[in-house]
């Protein structure tokens, strides 16, 4: 899926008369009263249509230790895995093709080999001449290389930054930078050509406070809309092809919200990260939104690793209940396997959905953790695919996580 394109940042476009951003429609808002303890869990197949899962070939050289980031293509499934710090890459079936190493990348960049190991912390999917390539950015340049892993060109960094690409042309560049001081949260450039700049706000604040979060601009179903959420906010805005509108305004249980001062109160300045590791159920952002038919999918980020703190939740707009992700039950549609590692890992809580490919959102579940609901089933003989069953012959929970590929329900 096409997700990414790689935009050289014209600075001239951002004149004065955008320094105040673009209007944001703020006509259609809608508010949604969230309690996340009241939030139900449902069978697997209440929430979604498909469940594939898909091992991810294990050997010598593709040893993956915990997926930080996956993009998904026609036919790639490309991993970074921060525990090895390599890219690793896999056919859509799962079979190991190639890998990017961190001394690769050191080398390519001529960086001193104790520098390697933090010389990159992740790739973007970009289009180039037609073709889908990965940009890895190190120091001051972009490496590019081909889906195969076979490196291309060294391109200079400066200047250029990535967006998202709406079905309709639009692309959304989120942290569009004037050449001042000035930033704006996003710039969309619509197929017209025209630029509209939304949310400015000065480069100076990150050095004079703390500014952290999950994933907070993401691509609805069929990339048709995206949403992106603001720091320290649980506003969403809806970005499509013709306007910008602030589309959904969160409220949460007292208990669990941000002081309303909190980003205004000099008391918080430069102290938001204590204040949030202190108070661990406080949820300081939304992350990984998704438009998808009649649900809204989010992640409340808190520092709560507790899996009753229902991070992941399924919003039923229509009929205004939340379906809590971490509590599904599996069923016949997964093979009585769990969808998730939140029972017996920290990835789901973590990180929530590993991607959503515009149709389809993906989890990963360690080797350990899928054997031993694989012991658990035993007594009830199931008829599981191929390469599911060849984990549980091998018995060894020496193999690489096994990615879930499930496709949402829309109604």
Request: charge should be positive.
């Amino acid at each position: 899926m096409k997700n990414y394109q790689l935009t050289l940042i014209c600075l001239f476009l951002a004149s004065a008369c955008f320094s105040q951003g673009n209007k944001i429609d703020s006509s259609q808002i809608k508010t949604i009263r969230l309690d996340p303890k009241q939030a139900l869990g449902r069978n697997v197949s209440d929430v979604f249509e498909q469940v594939k899962y898909i091992p991810l070939e294990t050997t010598k050289e593709s040893t993956v230790g915990e997926i930080t980031q996956l993009e998904v293509l026609d036919n790639r499934l490309i991993v970074f895995d921060i525990d090895t710090w390599a890219i690793y890459i896999f056919d859509g079936e799962g079979c190991y093709l190639n890998k990017i190493t961190a001394r690769k990348v050191g080398e390519l960049n001529k960086a001193n080999e104790q520098n390697t190991g933090n010389i990159f912390n992740g790739f973007n999917i970009t289009t180039k001449n037609g073709k889908e390539v990965i940009d890895i950015r190190s120091k001051n340049s972009v490496l590019r290389f081909n889906t195969d892993g076979k490196f291309i060109e060294k391109i200079n960094n400066s200047g250029s930054g990535y967006s998202l690409v709406l079905q309709g042309g639009s692309q959304i560049i989120p942290g569009y930078w004037t050449g001042k001081d000035l930033c704006y949260e996003f710039a969309v450039i619509r197929k017209s050509g025209d630029t509209a700049l939304y949310l400015p706000f000065n480069m100076s604040r990150y050095n004079d406070d703390d500014y952290f979060s999950g994933e907070r601009l993401s691509l609805g179903l069929d990339a048709k809309d995206a949403l992106y959420s603001n720091y320290y906010s649980y506003e969403l805005f809806e970005i499509t092809n013709d306007k910008v509108a602030y589309r959904f305004k969160v409220i949460l249980p007292t208990e669990l919200a941000l002081p309303k001062d909190f980003l205004t109160n000099p008391i918080y300045k430069q102290k938001k990260w204590p204040f949030l590791v202190k108070n661990k159920n406080v949820v300081y952002g939304i992350s990984n939104t998704y438009s998808i038919g009649d649900y809204l999918y989010l992640k409340l980020d808190c520092y709560s690793q507790f899996k009753s703190a229902k991070k992941n939740i399924a919003y039923n707009i229509p009929q205004a209940t939340a379906i809590s992700l971490q509590d599904l039950t599996p069923d016949k549609l997964s093979f009585f396997l769990p969808v998730e590692d939140s029972s017996c890992g920290t990835n789901f809580m973590s990180r929530g959905f590993l991607k959503f490919d515009g149709k389809n959102v993906y989890t990963a579940i360690s080797a350990l953790c899928m054997l031993k609901f694989g012991e658990q089933n035993k007594e009830n003989p199931i008829a599981y695919p191929q390469q599911l069953q060849q984990i549980f012959t091998a018995n060894t929970s020496d193999l690489n996580p096994i990615l879930v590929k499930l496709k949402p329900k829309t109604k």
